[in-house]
């Protein structure tokens, strides 16, 4: 079974400065694709950004980026310039390229507090 | 296109009773996974839909159950409720295609007392 492992349980970051959270997985497939969801306060959670195994190219979504490491297993996440609006948890999760074994399996999450 | 849309947004039920908690997804999405939120537990996968089919299952037992209707809409009931089943249930939509993009309505919270 794969397992998301979210080290910081809490993260707090000045404005306009740059945060890195952290996500590590466990599997032994080779196609799947990972997520990063934020989840602010009102509760709606939302895609940030996706990466896909089989590309080697790290994915950035705007101040949004990711720090992929495919022999390691990791898949961190970069805020750059953050926002208060970026006060969130933040969801790493993991989902399998197997139609019939995809289910996504979410981290713990990172609570990150951007303090003005 | 309009979000994904979960009914009830809160609910209180007692020990025992029954609830069935409904999801209308993306139009055009296909695919429909419910998910179980708790500060124990986390976030945990309870089953998944795909063209009226279930098509992945979580570890949660028999009381919980959905299914989805020809329109892609989904119920999930959960009988015999009991305390811990009190939690934020929230669904998910994607197109069922590869890429596996989620998109999250804004969660049903059930309160069992």
């Known amino acids: 079974a794969q397992t998301v492992t979210q080290s910081q349980p809490e993260m707090s970051v000045q404005e306009a400065e740059t945060v890195t959270l952290s996500c590590t997985y466990d599997?032994?497939?080779?196609?799947?694709?990972l997520f990063w969801y934020k989840q602010p306060p009102s509760r709606q959670m939302i895609l940030v950004i996706r990466q896909e195994a089989y590309k080697q190219q790290n994915a950035t979504e705007n101040r949004f980026s990711v720090n992929f490491q495919k022999a390691a297993k990791s898949f961190s996440l970069k805020i750059s310039d953050s926002q208060l609006g970026d006060a969130a948890m933040y969801f790493c999760?993991?989902?399998?390229?197997?139609?019939?074994?995809?289910?996504?399996?979410f981290g713990d999450g990172t609570t990150l507090t951007v303090k003005p | 296109k309009a979000g994904v849309t979960q009914t009830p947004r809160y609910l209180i039920k007692t020990r025992g009773q029954q609830v069935t908690l409904s999801c209308s997804p993306i139009?055009?999405?296909?695919?429909v996974s419910w998910y179980q939120q708790t500060p124990g537990q986390g976030l945990q996968f309870l089953f998944e839909y795909f063209s009226e089919t279930q098509r992945n299952k979580g570890n949660f037992p028999g009381r919980f159950s959905g299914r989805q209707f020809s329109n892609s809409r989904s119920e999930m009931n959960v009988s015999t409720l009991e305390l811990g089943d009190s939690a934020l249930y929230l669904c998910a939509s994607s197109s069922g295609q590869l890429s596996y993009e989620q998109y999250f309505g804004p969660g049903t919270r059930l309160t069992v007392t």
């Open positions: 999760a993991y989902r399998s390229g197997d139609t019939n074994a995809g289910k996504s399996t």
């Open positions: 139009s055009g999405h296909r695919s």
């Open positions: 599997t032994s497939e080779s196609d799947y694709y």
